[in-house]
């Protein structure tokens, strides 16, 4: 049973007019050196070089997690996905939770889902679906998809024709055509690429020929070419000024040249988890640079600061509003960004295959085949001892230093790092730094068993 919480919206009041639509665009596994205007010597992305020009950058943006799931829910709640009980790919999203989508239909906004959900179910009677978690209106696959997808519409699912990306912006687009002018929109367009297979391309098939890694970047700058179509919807319908469009990726990229730090894609080292990150709202903020570290745990926080909703009850929140970073007032960071991979390990979820079967079934009028993907282990709440959190790779992020806590069956290995002398965190400062050593295995630590606590239903007793 979804435990409904209290809001309290200040502006209820208002007219659309009032209030900005938002618009939150992921790419899944674009890495932070994956663009033009982030220093790729030859990644070609013109339509997010000009929104760049035109936005606030964030120079070090953190996703949540080194892998897709976790950071999609961090997103949806402002919490450490481990909170939530998606501690790696393929997990579902507890609709205990409260999401910002829910906390914005309080305030009167439409909410559409368009592209990869992975954090729940596709099925309409799933309180883990995107209509479950608060969306009016969705088009979603359970995980990646290319050409030819199978997807899920409002839960009825049907085979599309064309590429995946391509069909993602083209329903976003109908929506926002449709409904834009009627009440404030939050539509949330997560595109099924640049993913593996890599089997989309641009509008030029030649555009990397030659080059290493040309699919994965062919299927960047597809990406590149609907945040152009996007941007230019925008100004057609006259809303590009009051919109939000906020531009990030799930966790960091495949190559790790162009990683922004240490390893790739699956590691809580730097390349892992640093990602592009974007924001153009010409009303409301300057473009300018943002140098202090933020993270997608901040979205959740930071929308509801904008939209002035509070939420009765809320439970602990990891992330904070950048509101005051967006607007000119702060520079510096005062709470630490906590990480936490393969606590446990992920779960398969072939979104084609999964959603084909599902089509058949529905349309021939049979049992559903796969009934245990309705809830999966949503309501499974782990008992958790003393030493529970010595599994995986932790970090704590407290600017500049950095402290990872890697645990085996054997020992623990602690590793401090300066980001603003060392990005590549090769120098350990464990006994060089030895008092900022020790505070800092305490509060990773803290920070863990918080986790924890939350992950085994702390957070939602006597509600």
């Given at each position: 049973m979804k435990y409904l919480l209290l809001f309290i919206c200040l502006f209820v009041s208002l007219h659309a007019d009032d209030r900005p639509h938002i618009i939150l665009v992921m790419a899944d596994d674009q890495g932070y050196g994956d663009c033009g205007f982030t220093g790729h010597p030859y990644v070609k992305t013109p339509n997010l070089d000009a929104m760049s020009q035109n936005s606030v950058i964030f120079d070090r943006f953190y996703a949540g997690a080194p892998v897709c799931s976790p950071t999609r829910a961090s997103v949806m709640t402002g919490r450490n996905p481990i909170r939530l009980n998606v501690p790696n790919h393929g997990h579902y999203l507890r609709p205990h939770e409260t999401t910002i989508a829910e906390a914005l239909k309080t305030n009167g906004y439409l909410t559409a889902h368009f592209g990869k959900w992975h954090i729940g179910s596709v099925q309409k009677e799933s309180p883990t679906s995107p209509g479950g978690q608060g969306f009016d209106h969705w088009l979603s696959g359970l995980n990646f998809f290319d050409r030819e997808p199978y997807l899920s519409l409002n839960g009825k699912f049907q085979?599309?024709?064309?590429?995946?990306?391509?069909?993602t912006m083209d329903h976003a687009l109908t929506h926002l055509k449709s409904h834009s002018s009627?009440?404030?929109?939050?539509?949330?367009?997560?595109?099924?690429?640049?993913?593996?297979?890599?089997?989309?391309?641009?509008?030029?098939?030649?555009?990397?020929?030659?080059?290493?890694?040309?699919?994965?970047?062919?299927?960047?700058?597809?990406?590149?070419?609907?945040?152009?179509?996007l941007r230019k919807t925008l100004r057609d319908l006259k809303i590009a000024n009051n919109t939000l469009l906020w531009y990030t990726s799930d966790n960091g990229g495949l190559v790790k040249e162009y990683s922004g730090g240490r390893e790739k894609k699956g590691s809580i080292y730097e390349g892992g988890l640093r990602v592009p990150s974007i924001i153009e709202y010409p009303s409301k903020f300057t473009p300018s640079r943002i140098a202090a570290p933020a993270s997608s745990t901040d979205i959740y926080p930071t929308l509801l600061a904008l939209t002035k909703i509070e939420i009765e009850n809320q439970p602990p929140v990891d992330g904070i509003s950048l509101l005051p970073f967006l607007t000119g007032e702060e520079s510096k960071r005062s709470k630490p960004i906590g990480f936490w991979h393969n606590f446990t390990g992920g779960q398969s979820t072939r979104s084609d295959r999964i959603i084909k079967e599902l089509m058949e079934a529905q349309q021939n009028g049979q049992p559903n085949p796969f009934p245990e993907r309705v809830l999966k282990n949503v309501n499974d709440f782990p008992k958790y001892t003393a030493n529970s959190h010595q599994s995986g790779h932790a970090a704590l992020l407290d600017w500049p230093l950095k402290i990872h806590a890697i645990y085996s069956k054997k020992k623990t290995t602690w590793e401090l790092y300066d980001l603003s002398r060392d990005p590549m965190e090769t120098k350990l400062l464990n006994e060089q730094e030895s008092k900022r050593f020790s505070r800092m295995q305490k509060q990773l630590t803290a920070w863990q068993k918080s986790v924890l606590k939350s992950h085994s239903g702390h957070d939602f007793q006597n509600r």
């Open positions: 085979q599309f024709r064309g590429q995946g990306t391509i069909i009627k009440q404030p929109t939050f539509t949330v367009i997560w595109f099924p690429s640049p993913h593996l297979p890599h089997r989309e391309t641009s509008s030029n098939p030649n555009l990397y020929k030659g080059k290493s890694h040309a699919p994965y970047y062919q299927e960047i700058s597809l990406i590149d070419e609907q945040v152009g179509r």
